[in-house]
């Protein structure tokens, strides 16, 4: 696998990322020497100077490591440090990540405290399953995220989302990817596609946080990543409707423009999060109507649902 994250960041973003932004991380740059030699006042020998001084530094450049920081706070690398798929994470932020912990619905990943579902019939599945998942309309065969939408985690895909931290998207995407390799119903997945977002939507920020995501994963697991997925219509605000008219207002909206691209594979769709799943299933609607033979859905985080997260709490 190629680390796109190299040390000296030069050229190493991920294909269709912009390098020049916060890609990569600001940590990696150097102030590099003037090569201004031929303004230089004092002429030749200044010039000479600087290239020198410049060489120099270059040669240092690849003598002494560069410290490498956590990638998602940037603490330096020394107390703690976890390596994730070649990232380094701090301790203090595995520590503060709310990942998911058991008991979570084994359809849609979503955390359990109470209010889960009987588990029918003769035992076909080994865990508990939601009350959405239990009543049916899943489109997706299994659905993943990193942790719970909630404290550090949301902080940093807040951040990448509303703040242009692009940059945030290694120390996210390899824990989501750390999540895909446990997954047993995850294995086998052919490619990644990153929900999409409205054209307008993309103008205005610049990028696609999810398609960030979506290459991350790709560079750890080895998969291909395609945009299969375009969205036609601009949705309202999701988040100011109810669950059944979230699911109506997403009808339609997400379209295949070459079915070729997921027919007869086993697609990972990639999203930051999942609420409701309302998003995740109308993907997954459109991919298998694209003829995708299965869905999987990989989240960065999921949010519990109210009710069953304030069920026991
Ligand atoms: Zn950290
Ligand atoms: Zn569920």
């Known amino acids: 696998m190629i680390h796109w994250f190299t040390r000296k960041g030069a050229g190493a973003g991920p294909p269709g990322v912009d390098t020049a932004g916060t890609w990569p991380r600001t940590s990696y740059h150097r102030a590099a020497g003037s090569r201004d030699v031929d303004t230089a006042p004092g ?4 010039g000479v100077r600087e290239a020198v001084v410049s060489f120099l530094k270059d040669a240092l450049d690849v003598l002494l ?18 390596e994730i798929f070649y990232a380094p994470i701090c301790s203090g932020c595995l520590s503060r990540i709310p990942f998911v912990q058991p008991p979570y619905c084994q359809t849609c990943g979503r955390p359990l405290r109470g209010a889960v579902a009987e588990i029918t019939g003769d035992g076909l599945r080994d865990g508990p399953i939601c009350r959405d998942c239990a009543s049916g309309g899943r489109f997706f065969r299994v659905a993943r995220a990193a942790g719970v939408y909630d404290g550090a985690l949301k902080d940093f895909i807040y951040a990448l989302k509303f703040r242009g931290r692009r940059e945030l998207a290694e120390g996210i995407g390899v824990l989501m990817a750390r999540v ?11 490619l990644l596609v990153p929900v999409p977002l409205h054209p307008k939507r993309l103008a205005e920020r610049g990028y696609n946080q999810a398609e960030l995501l979506a290459r991350m994963v790709g560079s750890c697991l080895g998969l291909p990543v395609r945009t299969a997925l375009v969205r036609s219509i601009l949705t309202g605000e999701q988040n100011k409707l109810g669950r059944r008219d979230r699911r109506d207002n997403l009808r339609g909206v997400f379209i295949v423009p070459h079915p070729l691209e ?8 990639a999203d930051d999060v ?17 003829g995708a033979a299965e869905v999987r859905v990989l989240a960065a985080a999921v949010a519990p649902l109210e009710k069953e997260w304030l069920h026991h709490t």
């Open 43 to 46: 002429g030749v020998w200044i």
């Open 65 to 82: 490591p560069e410290e490498e920081g956590c990638v998602l706070c940037g603490q330096v690398r020394g107390r703690g440090m976890e």
């Open 262 to 269: 997921v027919a007869g594979k086993r697609v990972l769709l």
């Open 180 to 190: 895909a390799t446990r997954e047993k119903a995850m294995r086998g997945s052919e």
């Open 274 to 290: 999942i609420t409701t799943g309302a998003t995740a299933n109308e993907c997954s609607r459109a991919l298998l109507r694209a």
